[in-house]
């Protein structure tokens, strides 16, 4: 069970380009994103950090892979539902 209830796909307000993009992207909107929901701000900046990383190691598959282990390792040993 969440610390923090996750903001649901009906919720109006302003994530809902982030959540669409996320759709677009993936399909569906991560759990983090929807528990950052709450403090649109936050969300806006977690967004644009990532964005720049990923934009940083553009052309780089060992660098990108190091960066999605280093936030999936962290989630699996706090035992973390993604």
């Known amino acids: 069970m969440p610390r ?6 009906d919720a109006k307000g302003p994530h809902e380009p982030h959540f669409e993009r ?15 929901a709450h403090s649109p701000e936050a969300l806006e900046h977690i967004i644009a950090l990532t ?3 990923r934009g940083q190691w553009r052309g780089e598959p060992a660098r990108l892979r190091l960066m999605q ?4 390792v962290p989630s699996i040993m706090n035992q973390c539902v993604i």
């Open 4 to 9: 923090i209830t996750p903001v649901g796909d």
């Open 22 to 36: 996320s759709r677009q992207l993936w399909g569906t909107v991560p759990s983090f994103y929807r528990a950052l």
């Open 51 to 53: 964005k720049a990383l």
């Open 69 to 72: 282990l280093a936030i999936l």
